[in-house]
């Protein structure tokens, strides 16, 4: 019985479970914040070119402005990239971001994507423009041009997109 008295139980003290204890930590705030202004000004300008290629593209009964190779390949460069940033957004609304390295792939492919959608509407329009033929209603060739330039500064800003990502991921800023 003496031995049972010089033991001695302790207590370990557990903190109570926090509501965040299962959340991923969100790193700066400055950087997230920073990559959420950048995103929603990628989704206007990704809303304003699927806007300014509708009409050409759907369209075109007399007079062809766009290849539909090139139409194909804007609404899936729009469509989808739509889709991922306002993804990306609603996922921020709720504080789950995706990791800096997926982010920044996207934001890669998105790039790649929207040079080579500028680069073929400026191609289209410069055949286009080139056939001497000029119909009374070249509306639909402005909105052409006017989506291939936006696309160009689309694709600017998911370059800038990239590099901001990466350094912020380098720095151990974002998750």
Request: charged share 15%; proline share 3%.
């Amino acid at each position: 019985m003496s031995y049972l008295r010089s033991i001695e139980i302790s207590r370990v003290e557990m903190s109570p479970a926090d509501d965040n204890s299962f959340a991923t930590t969100q790193g700066n705030k400055k950087a997230t914040y920073t990559l959420i202004c950048i995103k929603i000004v990628e989704l206007c300008l990704l809303i304003c070119c699927l806007g300014l290629i509708d009409e050409p593209a759907t369209n075109s009964h007399l007079r062809v402005f766009i290849t539909p190779r090139v139409i194909a390949l804007c609404y899936v460069t729009f469509g989808a990239l739509t889709i991922y940033t306002a993804i990306y957004l609603m996922m921020a609304l709720f504080g789950d971001l995706t990791p800096w390295r997926t982010a920044t792939l996207w934001s890669l492919v998105g790039f790649v994507l929207f040079v080579a959608v500028t680069a073929l509407l400026f191609r289209d329009w410069s055949t286009t423009k080139d056939r001497n033929y000029w119909h009374p209603n070249m509306h639909r060739l402005d909105l052409v041009m006017a989506s291939a330039s936006i696309s160009l500064v689309t694709s600017l800003v998911f370059l800038l997109d990239i590099l901001i990502t990466i350094r912020f991921g380098v720095h151990g800023d974002l998750e």
